[in-house]
Protein backbone atom coordinates (compact mmCIF):
# COMPACT_ATOMS: atom_id res chain seq x y z
CA UNK A 1 0.00 0.00 0.00
CA UNK A 2 1.35 3.47 -0.71
CA UNK A 3 0.22 5.15 2.55
CA UNK A 4 3.96 6.86 2.66
CA UNK A 5 2.63 8.60 -0.83
CA UNK A 6 -0.61 8.78 -1.73
CA UNK A 7 -3.41 6.36 -0.44
CA UNK A 8 -5.36 4.75 -3.38
CA UNK A 9 -9.19 5.77 -2.87
CA UNK A 10 -11.80 3.27 -4.92
CA UNK A 11 -14.52 5.78 -6.65
CA UNK A 12 -17.97 4.45 -7.41
CA UNK A 13 -19.56 5.80 -10.28
CA UNK A 14 -22.62 5.32 -12.57
CA UNK A 15 -21.88 3.83 -15.78
CA UNK A 16 -23.61 6.82 -17.71
CA UNK A 17 -22.01 10.05 -16.25
CA UNK A 18 -18.55 8.72 -14.53
CA UNK A 19 -16.51 9.47 -17.62
CA UNK A 20 -17.20 13.53 -16.31
CA UNK A 21 -17.84 12.55 -12.92
CA UNK A 22 -14.74 10.57 -11.91
CA UNK A 23 -11.95 13.20 -13.39
CA UNK A 24 -13.39 15.99 -11.00
CA UNK A 25 -13.43 13.60 -7.67
CA UNK A 26 -10.03 12.16 -8.62
CA UNK A 27 -8.61 16.17 -8.88
CA UNK A 28 -10.14 16.68 -5.38
CA UNK A 29 -8.53 13.27 -4.09
CA UNK A 30 -4.92 14.42 -5.68
CA UNK A 31 -5.32 17.68 -4.38
CA UNK A 32 -5.93 16.57 -0.56
CA UNK A 33 -3.34 13.92 -0.86
CA UNK A 34 -4.59 10.61 -2.35
CA UNK A 35 -5.06 8.91 -5.43
CA UNK A 36 -8.46 8.09 -7.36
CA UNK A 37 -9.20 4.83 -9.01
CA UNK A 38 -12.57 4.82 -10.94
CA UNK A 39 -14.94 1.95 -10.02
CA UNK A 40 -18.36 0.88 -11.80
CA UNK A 41 -20.28 -2.40 -13.02
CA UNK A 42 -18.09 -3.82 -15.24
CA UNK A 43 -14.95 -2.63 -13.80
CA UNK A 44 -12.45 -3.95 -10.92
CA UNK A 45 -14.03 -3.59 -7.25
CA UNK A 46 -11.28 -5.71 -5.18
CA UNK A 47 -11.32 -3.79 -1.46
CA UNK A 48 -8.16 -5.13 -0.86
CA UNK A 49 -6.45 -3.28 -3.00
CA UNK A 50 -7.43 -0.15 -1.53
CA UNK A 51 -7.41 2.42 1.00
CA UNK A 52 -10.18 4.09 1.34
CA UNK A 53 -13.61 4.47 -0.61
CA UNK A 54 -15.77 6.65 -2.29
CA UNK A 55 -19.73 6.13 -2.98
CA UNK A 56 -19.93 9.02 -5.55
CA UNK A 57 -23.46 10.17 -6.41
CA UNK A 58 -25.93 9.59 -9.55
CA UNK A 59 -29.32 7.78 -10.12
CA UNK A 60 -32.00 7.35 -7.41
CA UNK A 61 -31.40 3.78 -5.54
CA UNK A 62 -33.98 1.37 -5.97
CA UNK A 63 -36.84 1.50 -3.05
CA UNK A 64 -36.85 -2.50 -3.53
CA UNK A 65 -33.52 -2.75 -1.56
CA UNK A 66 -35.05 -0.55 1.49
CA UNK A 67 -38.89 -1.19 1.45
CA UNK A 68 -39.81 1.73 -0.46
CA UNK A 69 -41.95 2.53 -3.20
CA UNK A 70 -40.69 2.70 -6.79
CA UNK A 71 -41.94 6.40 -8.01
CA UNK A 72 -42.69 6.56 -12.00
CA UNK A 73 -39.90 9.30 -13.02
CA UNK A 74 -36.75 7.75 -10.93
CA UNK A 75 -33.92 6.39 -13.10
CA UNK A 76 -32.57 3.46 -11.74
CA UNK A 77 -29.32 1.02 -11.86
CA UNK A 78 -29.74 -1.78 -10.12
CA UNK A 79 -26.68 -3.52 -11.04
CA UNK A 80 -25.04 -0.61 -9.09
CA UNK A 81 -26.95 -0.25 -6.65
CA UNK A 82 -26.06 -3.89 -5.74
CA UNK A 83 -22.55 -3.65 -6.02
CA UNK A 84 -22.25 -0.12 -4.12
CA UNK A 85 -24.42 -1.50 -1.13
CA UNK A 86 -22.06 -4.96 -1.36
CA UNK A 87 -19.38 -2.07 -0.96
CA UNK A 88 -20.66 0.04 1.69
CA UNK A 89 -21.59 -2.88 3.95
CA UNK A 90 -18.18 -4.31 3.37
CA UNK A 91 -16.10 -0.85 4.23
CA UNK A 92 -18.39 -0.55 6.99
CA UNK A 93 -17.71 -4.15 8.77
CA UNK A 94 -14.04 -3.85 7.70
CA UNK A 95 -12.96 -0.59 8.71
CA UNK A 96 -12.16 0.90 5.64
CA UNK A 97 -12.41 4.94 5.06
CA UNK A 98 -15.62 5.26 3.70
CA UNK A 99 -17.13 8.97 2.35
CA UNK A 100 -20.65 9.44 0.70
CA UNK A 101 -21.67 11.49 -1.82
CA UNK A 102 -25.04 12.67 -2.12
CA UNK A 103 -26.61 9.08 -3.14
CA UNK A 104 -23.55 7.79 -2.09
CA UNK A 105 -23.97 9.29 1.62
CA UNK A 106 -27.95 7.34 1.15
CA UNK A 107 -26.24 4.07 -0.01
CA UNK A 108 -24.54 4.15 3.48
CA UNK A 109 -27.39 4.75 5.62
CA UNK A 110 -29.18 1.76 3.59
CA UNK A 111 -25.99 -0.53 3.94
CA UNK A 112 -26.43 0.13 7.47
CA UNK A 113 -29.83 -0.96 7.51
CA UNK A 114 -31.82 2.27 7.57
CA UNK A 115 -33.98 3.32 4.99
CA UNK A 116 -34.58 6.25 2.55
CA UNK A 117 -37.53 9.05 1.89
CA UNK A 118 -38.16 8.66 -2.02
CA UNK A 119 -39.95 11.51 -2.73
CA UNK A 120 -37.68 13.64 -0.17
CA UNK A 121 -39.15 17.51 -0.71
CA UNK A 122 -42.69 16.19 -0.72
CA UNK A 123 -41.95 14.83 2.60
CA UNK A 124 -39.86 18.27 3.80
CA UNK A 125 -42.13 21.01 2.46
CA UNK A 126 -40.24 23.49 4.32
CA UNK A 127 -36.67 22.45 2.27
CA UNK A 128 -36.06 24.68 -0.80
CA UNK A 129 -35.27 23.26 -4.24
CA UNK A 130 -32.22 23.98 -6.08
CA UNK A 131 -31.20 21.54 -8.50
CA UNK A 132 -27.99 23.35 -9.24
CA UNK A 133 -24.41 22.95 -8.69
CA UNK A 134 -23.88 26.25 -7.48
CA UNK A 135 -23.51 26.94 -3.48
CA UNK A 136 -27.31 27.89 -3.01
CA UNK A 137 -28.42 25.87 -0.24
CA UNK A 138 -27.67 26.05 4.03
CA UNK A 139 -26.81 23.61 6.33
CA UNK A 140 -26.28 23.97 9.46
CA UNK A 141 -23.30 20.96 11.21
CA UNK A 142 -24.48 19.92 14.43
CA UNK A 143 -22.30 20.41 16.93
CA UNK A 144 -19.45 18.37 18.41
CA UNK A 145 -19.42 16.04 15.17
CA UNK A 146 -16.87 15.30 12.48
CA UNK A 147 -18.48 17.18 9.84
CA UNK A 148 -18.29 20.23 12.18
CA UNK A 149 -14.82 19.67 13.09
CA UNK A 150 -13.48 19.05 9.70
CA UNK A 151 -15.27 21.75 7.82
CA UNK A 152 -14.92 24.35 10.83
CA UNK A 153 -17.99 25.66 10.03
CA UNK A 154 -21.83 25.78 11.63
CA UNK A 155 -23.36 27.30 8.52
CA UNK A 156 -22.50 25.77 5.11
CA UNK A 157 -23.47 26.66 1.53
CA UNK A 158 -23.82 23.59 -0.76
CA UNK A 159 -25.23 22.50 -3.80
CA UNK A 160 -28.45 20.14 -4.26
CA UNK A 161 -28.97 17.79 -6.74
CA UNK A 162 -30.77 14.83 -5.29
CA UNK A 163 -34.44 13.67 -4.90
CA UNK A 164 -34.00 11.05 -2.15
CA UNK A 165 -32.97 11.91 1.47
CA UNK A 166 -32.26 9.61 4.42
CA UNK A 167 -35.26 8.52 6.42
CA UNK A 168 -34.76 6.04 9.34
CA UNK A 169 -31.22 6.33 10.53
CA UNK A 170 -28.86 3.03 9.88
CA UNK A 171 -27.02 1.42 12.78
CA UNK A 172 -23.72 3.28 14.04
CA UNK A 173 -24.87 6.20 12.44
CA UNK A 174 -26.10 9.70 13.58
CA UNK A 175 -26.88 12.72 11.66
CA UNK A 176 -24.32 15.44 11.75
CA UNK A 177 -26.18 18.12 9.20
CA UNK A 178 -29.66 19.22 8.24
CA UNK A 179 -31.02 21.91 5.94
CA UNK A 180 -33.70 24.91 7.14
CA UNK A 181 -36.22 22.57 6.61
CA UNK A 182 -35.41 19.73 8.38
CA UNK A 183 -34.11 17.34 5.66
CA UNK A 184 -31.19 15.19 6.62
CA UNK A 185 -28.05 16.46 4.65
CA UNK A 186 -25.46 14.34 6.35
CA UNK A 187 -24.51 11.28 8.35
CA UNK A 188 -21.61 10.36 10.16
CA UNK A 189 -19.95 7.28 12.28
CA UNK A 190 -19.10 9.29 15.78
CA UNK A 191 -15.64 6.66 16.13
CA UNK A 192 -13.66 4.59 13.90
CA UNK A 193 -13.67 3.59 11.52
CA UNK A 194 -14.06 6.95 9.83
CA UNK A 195 -17.55 7.01 7.68
CA UNK A 196 -19.20 10.20 6.67
CA UNK A 197 -22.00 11.11 4.18
CA UNK A 198 -22.92 14.23 2.72
CA UNK A 199 -26.06 14.76 1.01
CA UNK A 200 -23.98 17.67 -1.69
CA UNK A 201 -21.69 17.37 -3.87
CA UNK A 202 -18.18 18.90 -2.42
CA UNK A 203 -16.27 17.72 -5.57
CA UNK A 204 -17.84 20.68 -7.21
CA UNK A 205 -17.16 23.14 -4.67
CA UNK A 206 -13.28 22.32 -4.26
CA UNK A 207 -12.77 26.67 -4.29
CA UNK A 208 -13.65 26.14 -0.66
CA UNK A 209 -11.71 25.28 2.14
CA UNK A 210 -14.71 23.84 3.88
CA UNK A 211 -14.84 21.24 1.17
CA UNK A 212 -11.55 20.51 0.37
CA UNK A 213 -11.19 19.37 4.40
CA UNK A 214 -13.91 16.57 3.63
CA UNK A 215 -11.59 14.85 1.02
CA UNK A 216 -8.88 15.71 3.16
CA UNK A 217 -10.03 14.17 6.34
CA UNK A 218 -11.07 10.70 4.25
CA UNK A 219 -6.95 10.66 2.58
CA UNK A 220 -5.85 11.10 6.23
CA UNK A 221 -8.13 7.91 7.32
CA UNK A 222 -6.92 5.81 4.08
CA UNK A 223 -3.42 6.55 5.45
CA UNK A 224 -3.82 5.57 8.23
CA UNK A 225 -5.67 2.67 7.39
CA UNK A 226 -3.06 1.57 4.80
CA UNK A 227 -0.15 2.12 7.94
CA UNK A 228 -2.27 0.16 9.72
CA UNK A 229 -4.71 -2.87 8.63
CA UNK A 230 -6.12 -3.41 11.20
CA UNK A 231 -5.71 -0.61 13.90
CA UNK A 232 -8.60 1.10 13.08
CA UNK A 233 -8.26 3.14 16.51
CA UNK A 234 -5.52 5.46 14.30
CA UNK A 235 -8.18 6.45 11.87
CA UNK A 236 -10.20 9.14 14.29
CA UNK A 237 -6.26 10.45 15.15
CA UNK A 238 -5.09 10.57 11.60
CA UNK A 239 -8.07 12.85 10.76
CA UNK A 240 -7.83 14.91 13.91
CA UNK A 241 -3.81 15.84 13.28
CA UNK A 242 -4.60 16.23 9.52
CA UNK A 243 -7.68 19.04 10.74
CA UNK A 244 -4.95 20.79 12.56
CA UNK A 245 -3.22 22.13 9.75
CA UNK A 246 -4.57 25.02 7.59
Known sequence: MSYASRPTIAVTTSARSGWRIFPLVAFNLWLTGGKGQRWGTGRPADL????????GGGDDISPTIYGGEIRAEARLDPERDDLERRLAEAALSEGIPVLGICRGAQMLNVAAGGNLVGDAFAAYPGSK???????????????DTWLARITRRERLLVNALHSQAVDR?????RISARDEGGMVQAVERSGDPFALGVQWHPEHLFYRKSQRRIFRALVAAARAYAAERHGMGAQSEAVADAMADP
Not at 169 to 173: N, Q, S, T, W
Open 48 to 55: EKVDGLII
Open 129 to 143: KYYTILPRREVVASP
Open 169 to 173: LGDGL
